[in-house]
Every structure is written in structure tokens, then in C-alpha cells.
């Protein structure tokens, strides 16, 4: 996403636009949530060059990251400075609106899906083998997929979500949308992780009162944790102990205020399932300002 303010003067159009149909039946998850308050362990200022900062991932001891337009390439940070260490161009790709990232033992998956304006219906996500990107040789493939479509009043509506947000759970990548209707929620599709061209497949419904931008799935800990922020910009995460249904939000939940402000929230990562990093794009409106920052925060068990 590139600016708040942007996205800002296309709420009223997108509570309008083309959402005429929900994939059904509804399945709404009401969890027993907890509420708690952290503040950051660490904030720093990164590299100027990652001023966009959307997708984020744990790996090699390392923070890997991209902007969400310009070149196609990942970044690699250190955690405790923030500073670049190496970079990783992705040749015959191009960043239209790399919005998140994720990962499994042999690949990441970057996100172009991002959908502010509800105008794009063939979207992708980009698969490359992590071997070969060491090597600077990246071997690279494409999940192609288009959002559902559903029939009311015996009329076909296509549903053109906006989405900032994936995560690998398991064998599938579970997509989590960004809506500013209905009190701003949060539905999660899936997909498959082959390469191929697929229809995501509606999952759950949660009513979040913020705008989702990240995801990270710990497997260790069966623990999904999504980030985003609310109308004001002040950040949030969502902590969710996963319990064995198929309903991804039906576990122990906990919803966490960071003490920031102003700051436009848009990936999460962890190594341990304990201590996560959360990453926030330059952030310009007439007279404020935040630099893109990064921030560690442990999680209490």
C-alpha cells in the first residue's frame, strides 16, 4: 500500500464497490479474546531503500523484506540494527503491489495481490525456491488465482477483495483480507502451494475493528499472528493459539496494542514463536511524519 492517505480517500468507494455477494454460508469465528498492551523491546530506523517495507520472513538467522512497488528484489535485514545486508534481485518478475510475504523449509512466497482500488482481478503469488536464491541464481514460479465469484438474485457477482496479508499453514497459504466494511473485518481464503492457476476458497470470517496488513504462522507453536493497524494508525497484533478445527480463529485469542502511534504497520515475523519483529513504512501527511522502523516485541506466553 502506498500511502494512508491515498487509501484513506478511497474508503467511501470501496465500502461501495463490488461486494455485492459473501461466499456462503458466513462462517463468523467468535473468539474469547484477551486484550493486553506492549511496548516495542527495540524500534529502529532501516535503510531509506526500504521505505516501503510491506512483506516480512524469519530465515538464515536473518529478516528478509521487500517494498510493495519498484524493483523486484528481497532485501535482507540484521534484527538488531536494521541494516541491509545483502540484496536479491528477482529477474523476470515484476512488483506490481507486493503486499506480504511467507515461507516454508524450501521456498518463500511473496504476495502480489494487493487490490486497493478493486480493479484487479488476475492476481499472483510468486514462488521461489530459497537455495537458489542464495546462490543468486533464484528459480522462480507462479500460483495464479482469482477470487470467487457467487450468485444472488440469480446474478453472478465476482468478489475483488483487497488483500495485504498470507500465511503457510501447513500445505496450504491462507490469504486474509483487508475490509474497511462491516465494523473492518478480516475473511481467509486458501490455496494451494503448487504452482498453477487456482480460485481461493472461502474459510472463515473475524470481525477485527482494524485493517489486516501481515500474517506469520509458527508451526512450533501452532500459532498464527496477524498485524495491522486501525483508522488512527495505531498498530496492532492478533495472537491466536490454534486449536485442531478447521476454523482458523477458534483457539485462544489475544489482541495486543503496540505503544506506537502514527506508524503504518505492514508485515510480522518471528524465529521462535516468542519474539516477533514487525515492520512500518515511511509515513508522510501534511505536517507528520514516521520514518520506516523496525520493531521487535516479545509475546508473553
Not at 100 to 124: C, P, V, W
Not at 235 to 254: H, N, S, V, W, Y
Request: hydrophobic letters at 40%; charged letters at 20%; proline letters at 4%.
Amino acid at each position: 500500500m502506498k500511502y494512508f492517505c491515498v487509501v484513506l480517500f478511497m474508503v467511501f468507494s470501496m465500502v461501495a464497490f463490488a461486494q455485492h455477494a459473501e461466499p456462503a454460508p458466513e462462517n463468523v469465528s467468535k473468539p474469547k479474546i484477551k486484550r493486553t498492551v506492549i511496548r516495542p523491546n527495540r524500534s529502529v530506523v532501516i535503510d531509506p531503500a526500504i521505505n516501503e517495507g510491506s512483506g516480512l520472513c524469519a530465515w538464515n538467522g536473518l529478516l528478509w523484506t521487500h517494498n510493495d512497488s519498484g524493483f523486484a528484489k528481497l532485501f535482507t535485514i540484521d534484527t538488531v540494527g536494521g541494516k541491509i545486508t545483502a540484496e536479491y534481485p528477482l529477474p523476470m518478475t515484476i512488483n506490481n503491489d507486493w503486499e506480504d510475504m511467507s515461507q516454508d523449509s524450501t521456498y518463500f512466497y511473496i504476495g502480489d495481490f494487493g487490490n486497493n482500488a478493486g480493479t484487479r482481478e488476475k492476481l499472483h503469488i510468486i514462488r521461489v525456491n530459497k537455495a537458489s536464491l542464495l546462490a543468486q541464481q533464484p528459480v522462480i514460479d507462479t500460483i495464479a488465482f482469482q477470487w470467487p465469484e457467487t450468485i444472488t438474485s440469480g446474478q453472478r457477482a465476482k468478489i475483488n477483495f483487497d488483500c495485504e496479508a498470507m500465511a503457510v499453514i501447513k500445505d496450504s497459504i491462507y490469504l486474509f483480507t483487508k475490509e474497511w466494511k462491516h465494523g473492518r473485518r478480516t475473511r481467509a481464503f486458501s490455496l494451494p502451494t503448487q504452482p498453477g492457476s487456482y480460485t481461493a476458497k472461502y474459510k472463515a470470517t473475524l470481525k477485527t475493528r482494524m485493517l489486516i496488513t501481515g500474517a506469520s504462522y509458527h508451526a512450533a507453536g501452532n500459532k498464527l499472528v496477524l498485524c495491522g493497524y486501525n483508522l488512527l494508525l495505531r498498530p496492532f497484533l492478533m495472537e491466536f493459539i490454534m486449536d485442531d478445527t478447521q476454523d482458523l480463529f477458534a483457539g485462544k485469542m489475544t489482541r495486543i496494542k503496540v505503544k506506537k502511534r502514527f506508524r503504518q504497520t505492514e508485515g510480522v515475523t518471528t524465529f521462535d514463536g516468542h519474539n516477533y519483529y514487525i515492520i512500518n513504512e515511511d509515513f508522510r501527511f501534511l505536517f507528520l511524519h514516521t520514518q520506516q522502523e523496525l520493531h521487535s516485541i516479545r509475546l508473553k506466553p
